[in-house]
């Protein structure tokens, strides 16, 4: 096991230089001069330019070029935004909670929503709840997220006035930020309307993940299912049926388990995809995450906004991933043989 | 197709719906609501403000975010004559010769109490001195702060105007002008002329940190800085020590809605009290409703397409005719202002007493267009690109739509038009460095005076700080407008402005489009809010009747 | 249970296409959905021919109109006109070109591609194999989204750039797939047996795992056409994608938003639009799935 961990670790660095070699060649390729893309400055003196282009090693060859680039990603020298001149480590670092908390809780749903829901569609495959689960399905991952936020907003928030459409929180509350997760901030804080507070964070919670969620589940319900029909087709199952267990103990002991280790890769290969989905829809409910700050900096051509963003949303992605590897060779053993 | 907002008989049964359940909400929730909420206004704008300094700015977005909620002006202008008014002074005196003029302060006005900040004493002239120095002495110690770009005073050449600033006593300020100019007390009055603290000033010297007095503002104004988050929001408190009757929101947030659809959106679910520039497309719609309120007021602006006079082939007159006769105005006004707005012969709208109303409507001729351009040499016709701003303002709701009914236009006399467009910001970078052909863009007035139409638009000053969209610098209406502000008789002046405006629709180096009402969409419950013809909004009296 | 018979009846006697197509039929969501994809395949092949009036075409006496349900809506425009008087209608057909059609073009290229450096990373071993699976790996990372967004941060907006942009973000996932299918397929005896024969590489290859491995493709260019529709559409509504005047459904509904409360059919229908046209390859993508599995079962 630990070679095994060994090994991934060796992979993980190797994805992690490929990644910083690629932000890196974004300085040169896109447009306006390398000085610009890494500081994020618009213009600078030429002393200033002087102490830049010792400081990036700009006047030698590309490698130590990219070792100053690795030394400074490390030191948390990230270079400025472009659009707010501000710091861009400890930008995304206020951002990044924001889209943590909505992907996390929609990841959630899909968890404890389509996990059970799937496992009911895979009892009877050729039942009436099956084929309608399936029909759900089908179209919950058909449907494309920003007009499904839309038709949600129409709904919940102009129509019948419930719900709010944008933002984490009314504007008229205060909260202070401690940990960037919105939820957690307002327990933390000693206001005297926590309540009112918490229960106005959560009707701006409902809609995003619900939207977010809808695509996950989905997949989740599709994938539970059909992996469960598969491991009940396994010969071991029919063993274990053939020497009477009943069809719960059976799916329990034996189903369950085996069934459910390849919906948690599942979820690793798929959060890269709910990350998309997450920029979208935090776009359409002006969620204040990382996902919508990237989208209005290629509005903004804030390139070193981009070239930072890809840097943090692959990392996040990549870890995930990792993690979610990891987490299924731990249940299951035959998968670290190889 | 029937979706459940389209047809009335729906939409009547749910807001009926709506306010049924919104009642019962507002009655069970509203003894439990912190004062700050209850008692809060969040203002929706359509853009992040530049700064929080009026002084460096022209953009009515942050004109509106900040100026008359933080600050307060020697002069205030009267919303319906356009009269002056004493603000932070209570009296003034001009000199015969016009060059001397002389200023009593209010006693007892308080600046912001914030965390950043506390200060020890009232206003006092020292802080009206170090407002104005700032703007015109190059060794003051903030000049250089923000690029040393003050684009509204260097339009009205400022610094070529005003000799000096002194204070002869503690509530005594005197102004020595080195020419007479008939809109000097109007330009006081602007929202660019906001009073800031010297001792802020001298507070954040020591410590080194001079952005912060553009950043972190002190004003003497009904609100004081609490937060700001770039494109999402500002947020206020109510000034505790104010000089004027007390603001009446406890807390005020401009909530920072770029998307129009999305702004009405937040309307009709109260997440917003009042929003900036509903979609004229839309009005009929919203005044239907019984929980919002609709506001029109006149409104001193103008939307124009302007062109690079300095770039081939626009600094040709006859390029720029052709162009101008071939653009359906009609259609523009229908299809983007939706018939809210009266086509523009001037820059210059109607209700200004120095409009000249003798000039000829400009015509649409596709055929002289055509003409005009085989005169000129371009038989052919040229590409060009139209800059459409990515915003919507007062003056032009939808400058991209906009752009495409002109493409088509421009098609028919065989110029062939590209629509650029940035983000907001990166877009005024741009031109600023007259890196376009031409754009759409327009203007809106601080103050009454005529003078705020022409010289900050189209003067050889405002060329050089790069508020001229048309980069036009002409000698001949450089004149006219100079010598219209040496005299202080309205007739006089009012028949050089005339010939101003004639000698630009002749030269056309801009065609203007259109003036348009201004509107706003408040809930119904909120009351006491004013549109201020000349810029700015005031929501300090801005009160939310719960029932 | 396993069967025995001493010859092969009427239906084992049938090619695996015939097979797969008696399975798939006998599905009538499969079908629907088939239908469904061709009426999208036709109307993007044809849409210029069939349109009732220029999708560009202005017409200023005409703004706004609202469908032809409506009282005040025209039969000549069956959904209205949009802010600019242009027709909704021929708009909404000129579409399927875009979203529908550039897609299926987009899927085509990455496939295509995918093959030829899949069959590359398939047929090769070692470390070179090695570099290319963890390069492969992380391109897998990057959301497609983001590749967009940095494809667009070099070239610019435009729909060709983002076509370009989404071919890169299907191409990993085809690689990934056509270099296992056929790895798994060289260890196959018969693989083994062929080469003793003295096959060569390219015998090999178009012999024996081409056929083997079509199943697989056409399904997993189902799988990326779906994902290639709605990309399209999403960055065509951020405004990253197809730019105006083009009638891409996604950049109609992000035309459409600001005006949703006048006219929400520009919001409705071409939303309904890519919704249909994603589930239709859904469903068609399900079916063969399903088809596949039973055929492979008999």
Sequence with gaps: MILYLLRRLVLLAFVFIALSILAFSLGYLFPGEPWQNFSGLRSASSEQLAQLTTLYRLDQGYIAQYLAYLTRIFSGDWGLSFASQQPLLQEMLTLLPATLELAAYALFISFFIGIPIGIIAAVKPDGVLSKLISAIAVTGYSIPVFWWALLLIMLFSLGLGWLPTAGRIGVLYEVNHVTGFMLLDILLSDSHHQQEALINALRHLLLPTLVLATFPTTVMIRFTRDS??????????????????????????????????????????????????AMITEVIFSWPGIGRWLIDSIYQRNYPAIQAGLLVISTLVISVNMLTEILHTLFNPLARKR | MNLPWITTAN???????????????????????????????????????????????????????????????????????????????????????????????????????????????????????????????????????????????????????????????????????????????????????????????????????????????????????????????????????????????????????????????????????????????????????????????????????AFNTAKAPFNNVKVRQALALAINREAILQAVYFGHATAANSVLPPTSWAYNPNLSAQQFDPIRARQLLTEAGYADGFSMDIWAMPVQRLYNPNALKMAELMQADLAQIGVRASIVSYEWNSFRRKLGANEHDSVLIGWSADNADPDNFFRPLLSCSAAQTGTNRANWCDENFDRFIAQALLTADQKQRRSYYMAAQQYLSEQMPLLPIAHSQRFQAINSTIKGIQINPYGGIALANATKDIK | MAKFRLLPDEYLARSPLTQ?????????????????????????????????????LQNDALLLLPPSWSELGLVQYPFGTDDLGRDMFSRLLVGARYTFGIAMITVLGALIMGLLLGTLAGMSRGVKSSVFNHVLDLALTIPS??????????????????????????????????????????????????????????????????????????????????????????????????????????????????????????????????FLAVLSVNLVGDGLRAAAKKRREN
Excluded at chain 2, 104 to 132: G, N
Excluded at chain 2, 135 to 147: K, N, R, S, V
Excluded at chain 3, 31 to 51: D, H, K, Q, R, V
Aim: proline fraction near 6%; charged fraction near 15%; aromatic fraction near 10%.
């Design chain 1, 228 to 277: 469960m029909l598969d491991v009940w087709e396994q010969s071991y199952i029919k063993t274990a049926r053939a020497k009477g267990l009943n069809r719960g103990q059976v799916l329990y002991r034996h189903g369950l388990r085996n069934a459910l280790l390849p919906v948690i890769r599942q979820i690793g290969l798929q959060f890269s995809t709910l990350i998309t989905l």
């Design chain 3, 20 to 56: 797969l197509w008696r399975e798939f039929s006998r599905q009538h969501s499969a079908i629907a959905g088939l239908i469904l994809f061709s009426g999208f395949f036709l109307l993007a092949l044809l849409s210029p021919l069939i349109t009732p009036h220029d999708p560009y």
């Design chain 2, 11 to 305: 939409t009547r049964y749910l807001t009926r719906l709506w306010l049924l359940s919104a009642a019962s909400v507002l009655s069970a929730c509203q003894p439990q609501l912190p004062e700050t909420v209850r008692s809060g206004l969040v203002y929706c704008s359509e853009g992040s403000p530049e700064s929080f300094n009026p002084q460096l700015v022209t953009s009515g977005t942050t004109i509106d975010a900040i100026s008359q909620q933080l600050y307060d002006r020697l002069l205030d202008i009267a919303p319906g004559s356009g009269e002056l008014l004493p603000g932070l002074a209570l009296s003034w005196q001009v000199s015969d010769d016009g060059l001397v003029y002389q200023f009593t302060l209010r006693p007892d006005v308080q600046f912001h109490h914030t965390e950043y900040f506390t200060p020890s004493r009232p206003l006092s002239a020292d802080d009206v001195v170090f407002t104005f120095n700032r703007i015109m002495l190059t060794e003051h110690p903030f000049h250089a702060q923000g690029g040393a770009n003050y684009p509204f005073f260097q339009s009205v050449d400022w610094a070529g105007l005003v000799k000096s600033v002194t204070a002869p006593s503690r509530t005594q300020v005197r102004f020595t002008l080195s020419r007479p100019d008939s809109s000097f007390l109007s330009n006081l009055a602007t929202d660019f002329a906001a009073i800031l603290s010297a001792e802020y000033g001298q507070q954040l010297q020591a410590s080194g940190n001079l952005s912060r007095l553009d950043s972190h503002p002190i004003g003497t104004g009904p609100f004081r800085f609490r937060e700001y988050q770039k494109d999402v929001l500002i947020r206020y408190y109510r000034h505790r020590h104010y000089w004027r009757e007390l603001a009446k929101p406890e807390q005020l947030v401009f909530d920072i809605v770029p998307n129009n659809a999305r702004r009405m959106a937040k309307l009709f679910t109260h997440e917003c009290d009042v929003v900036a520039f509903p979609r004229v497309a839309e009005l009929s719609l919203i005044s239907q409703r019984p929980d919002v309120d609709v506001q029109e007021s006149t409104s001193m602006n103008v939307g124009f397409w």
């Design chain 3, 145 to 274: 989204l983001l590749l967009a967004i940095i494809i667009v941060a070099i070239l610019g907006p435009g729909l060709l750039n983002t076509t370009w942009a989404i071919m890169l973000a299907l191409l990993p996932q085809f690689v990934h797939g056509i270099r296992n299918a056929i790895a798994e397929q060289l260890n196959q005896d018969y693989v083994i047996a062929y080469r003793l024969d003295g096959a060569n590489n390219w015998q090999v290859f178009s012999r024996i795992v081409l056929p083997n491995i079509w199943e697989r493709l056409t399904l997993m260019a189902t799988m990326a056409l779906s994902t290639a529709i709605l990309d399209i559409a999403a960055l065509g509504f951020l405004g990253l994608g197809a730019q105006a005047p083009t009638a891409e459904w996604g950049a109609i509904i992000a035309d459409s938003l600001d005006l949703i409360y006048v006219a929400p059919v520009g919001v409705a229908i071409p939303g309904l639009l890519i």
